[in-house]
Nanobody, 118 residues
Framework: QVQLVESGGGLVQAGGSLRLSCAAS????????MGWFRQAPGKQRELVAR???????DYADSVKGRFTISRDNAKNTVYLQMNGLKPEDTAVYYC????????????WGQGTQVTVSS
């Protein structure tokens, strides 16, 4: 059974940094696309960043220049380095993975809370 396990969330002051990690287990081969989503209270879940097997990245406009997504295919792990955090970045962050041949993210982590104080 495939599991995505996030770690690295927490409380940080505005301007600070956090690094999220997401390790996928239960699968011998890597996923096509891995990504990070977030959901703030009262808001819809939104895509933060995604990265393909070959390293092609895509970011939400709100995080460009501050967040960096990366992955280690050998470890089936994706990272999100978050710098210059703002209070509006406060949300539950979810890791997601898209299998080859599937046109949507078909596996999700349980989420990790990121809180940015002003």
């Amino acid at each position: 059974q495939v599991q995505l396990v996030e770690s690295g969330g927490g409380l940080v002051q505005a301007g600070g940094s956090l690094r999220l990690s997401c390790a996928a287990s239960g699968r011998a081969f890597s996923f096509n696309v891995m990504g990070w989503f977030r959901q703030a209270p009262g808001k819809q879940r939104e895509l933060v960043a995604r990265i393909s097997t070959w390293g092609t990245t895509d970011y939400a406009d709100s995080v460009k220049g501050r967040f960096t997504i990366s992955r280690d295919n050998a470890k089936n792990t994706v990272y999100l380095q978050m710098n210059g955090l703002k209070p509006e970045d406060t949300a539950v962050y979810y890791c997601a993975a898209q299998s080859y041949g599937i046109d949507r993210f078909d596996y999700w982590g349980q989420g990790t809370q990121v809180t940015v104080s002003s």
